[in-house]
T-cell receptor, first 116, second 112 residues
Framework: DTGVSQDPRHKITKRGQNVTFRCDPI?????LYWYRQTLGQGPEFLTY????????KSRLLSDRFSAERPKGSFSTLEIQRTEQGDSAMYLC??????????????FGNGTRLTVT | QKEVEQNSGPLSVPEGAIASLNCTYS??????FFWYRQYSGKSPELIMS????GDKEDGRFTAQLNKASQYVSLLIRDSQPSDSATYLC????????????FGQGTRLTINP
């Protein structure tokens, strides 16, 4: 178990460019989550997969954001036409199914995005 | 009203004392409660989970849950400088997907 892996660790991009982040979850975890965190705030839910199915997407997420998990393993998060307000830490987490009580999330080290 | 509320702090506690961190939540149907620790520039790390009313102890950490009051707390005994971090309270949403909703976190500083 090597934990949740995210790539890249840091990304600096110019406004208007597209960026893509990758997340590799813990291998036996079937759930994968994307969160966004800005300074002084807790993680904010973006979207969530169970296996390859995207089951929920935050209403706060604009159409510029898209996520995929094509084979139920790794996931990608793409942001099109980046804006300065997209600057944040993007966190990926994975968990087991956990039944009705839910399961704790295990986070990766995050990708810090800076839009200039 | 936020779904999960924490006092953002900063909370300053002398080394060796007990640090008490509090969290309230709005959805009475929530069933799972978690405390995460986050060091500056790092990702959140799970330290405690609690599902039933009462206390749950793990080493120097004790989580307390009171569902009637919609209140969950974390006590850290014999606080160490290495406990200085932001502590995030997270609550699961009982409807739909099993996602966690996080509070804004409480910044804790342990003074030597």
């Amino acid at each position: 178990d090597t934990g949740v892996s995210q790539d890249p660790r840091h990304k600096i991009t110019k406004r208007g460019q597209n960026v893509t982040f990758r997340c590799d979850p813990i291998s036996e975890h079937n759930r994968l989550y994307w969160y966004r965190q800005t300074l002084g705030q807790g993680p904010e839910f973006l979207t969530y997969f169970q296996n390859e199915a995207q089951l929920e997407k935050s209403r706060l997420l604009s159409d510029r954001f898209s996520a995929e998990r094509p084979k139920g393993s790794f996931s990608t998060l793409e942001i099109q036409r980046t804006e300065q307000g997209d600057s944040a830490m993007y966190l990926c987490a994975s968990s087991t199914t956990g039944g009705t009580r839910g399961s704790p999330l295990h986070f990766g080290n995050g990708t810090r995005l800076t839009v200039t | 009203q936020k779904e999960v509320e924490q006092n953002s702090g900063p909370l300053s506690v002398p080394e060796g004392a007990i640090a008490s961190l509090n969290c309230t939540y709005s959805d009475r149907g929530s069933q799972s409660f978690f405390w995460y620790r986050q060091y500056s520039g790092k990702s959140p790390e799970l330290i405690m989970s609690i599902y039933s009313n009462g206390d749950k102890e793990d080493g120097r950490f004790t989580a307390q849950l009171n569902k009637a009051s919609q209140y969950v707390s974390l006590l850290i005994r014999d606080s160490q400088p290495s406990d200085s971090a932001t502590y995030l309270c997270a609550v699961n949403r009982p409807q739909g997907a099993q996602k966690l909703v996080f509070g804004q976190g409480t910044r804790l500083t342990i003074n030597p």
